[in-house]
């Protein structure tokens, strides 16, 4: 049997690393790590630290220097284009820290997104999007645009949208950082339900240690690149 | 993602920007309003003169004379040396025997001969031509006064104008008038033995065996009704050139038996006393029939010609005429692409997050550039039907312009615009082709955005 069948995502000394003028930027910088399947991790640092660098590697947004990334089984580092945005599509779902919905969209259209990118059947669509907004509670915003909405109310209609593909894996970058505490209390329930009912993989990019602490199952510390801590939730 | 989905959203991105868009159509459009109103005067001056020299009867008949003589068209055609002027008469039964080929309308004498006129006491000297019943469906009497005749034997008769102006200052009041034609009616006489006896009986005999009936001439009066004025002598055929002023219908023209010039020549030729044509006339369906008829009559024994090589050379005209016409016309759609370009390629900026958005959410780079080509062939498409329809508005209006400026000079209307359903879709189609092809750049831009940058703009 495989090793990385255990783990939902597994990096292998992966370098991200660009060049901003004369100086070379080491943003992820031999990082190592694993993330088992239907585990909520926490991916912590400050500003600069890599973090977010290396979520994006994980969406497959973005590809590593060297090193190799591994979604289940399959390495991003050797997809091609077309591969990579399956694995966008189908394999995780993205949440923003400025939601990013789409503003001359209803929420319902937002949501209904990703599947008209996966060629998904428009009844079946329309069963999915209704699934994943009761998921969030927000069935009686259906028709309202992004400008009329809450920014909580926002952040779980992006939530909708990277749920309804039914992905094995969510990234959540700084998905609290837009909101106030008590509405980014709620999605961290939020998030935590998804994790615990779905079995859903999480990984989310914070600054919040207290936060992550009590919703993660594990927090990942980030600085210069590097990955400098790894420690289980009690 | 499927037609549909992206049909959608880029009918839904298109409307985002609807000011833009709309401007940047309107100048596919003008582009292609361009194209259509020169091509369609193009084609319709081509049709213009298909139309009046196919009325003109030259283009779709063949003229037929004895193989013989002075008359007969080509030197090839001609008897061998020493073997006399003898051969195939052109009479009736060669013109029934013609009448039959396929394709062939109508088979007709050219009858024309000068003569009297009298109107309103006044005699006036000139041509009266025959008009063959094919002449009616032929589009040659387009734009006539009056009508034309009611039957093929009809004591009728139509003018030409500048002959009906030379009897009255208003022409149209003609209409309902009567003139007499006097003309020398044709009688053959009996064959009979010259009145002189020749100097000896070798060369009477000879003489004898030459001579044919001849005919006396006894003068006769008609009255015609005149029922058209026509601006020129439609259907005239090779001899048309003659010009025939006053107009009658061939059947009447032919039971007229009216003297013309070959019937002196017919009595010194002939033998057998039977009356034979100078020249016939055989009209044919189309001008592509020209070259089969034309071919079967001289396996007949006859003489032929056509101007079927004119209307090739025509068509030849037309064709460099028409592409020079497309290819500035083209120019303005040229200019219009530049537009698209300049509004998609701001398109991607303004959605250049939209767009990383998109890639995040599982667009791969073949969709944005598939979003991005079918804004651009949507406004190619919508640009291209204005386009068409502003064009074709175009040309009825400058018909419309020519014709009164046309009335004011007592000429007739003509249609000088034409939009065919090949230049309606062969239009679209460019303005589609060329869009998509202005769209090749901004969309090829969209897709190779790197998503985590287009994500971070602000």
Redesign the interface.
Known sequence: MNANNHFAIRADHVRRHYQMGSTLVRAVDEVSLSVGKGEFVALLGSSGSGKSTLL?LM?G??RPTSGAIFAHDRNLAEMT??EL??H???TVG?V?QAF?L?P??TLEENVE??L????IDRKERANRVREAIERVHLTARLTHRPTEMSGGEQQRAALA?ALV?RPTILLADEPTGNLDSATGDEIMRLLREINESLGMTIVMVTHERPRAAEFAHRLLQMKDGKLISDGVQP | ??IR?LTE?AG?NLR?ALLRNSLTTMGIAVGVASLVAMLSLGVGLQELASKRLSSSGLFDAVFVAPRMNDRGFERDQRPSPGSGDHSRPLDQAAREQMAKLPNVVEVYPEIRFSTDILYAGNPYMSMVAGIPESARNGGAFDGMKGAFFSGPNADETILQIDFAKRLADNPDSLIGKEIVLRYAERQTLPAQSSADPPPDAKTKSAADSNLSSGFSVIPRQKKLRIIGIVETEPAAGFGGFGRGRVLIPEELAEKLSAAQSNDLRDILRGSSGAHNFASLTARVKAASDVKAAEDAIKAMGFSTFSLLDATKNLRLVFAVFDLLLGIFGSLALVVASLGIINTLVMAILERR??I????????????VRKLFFAEAGAMGLLGGMLGVLIGWLLGQGITFGTNVYLQRRDLPAIQISSVPWWMIVGAISFSIAVSLAAGLYPASRAARL???EA?RYE
């Open positions: 994006n969406a947004l973005d284009p077309d945005a399956h966008r599509g189908h993205m923003f990013n789409l001359r969209m997104l990703p008209r990118l996966a060629e949208r593909n | 993602m499927k989905d959203l839904r985002e997050r939209e990383g958005v998109l890639k995040a959410l599982g667009a791969s780079d073949r969709d790197n998503p985590v994500l």
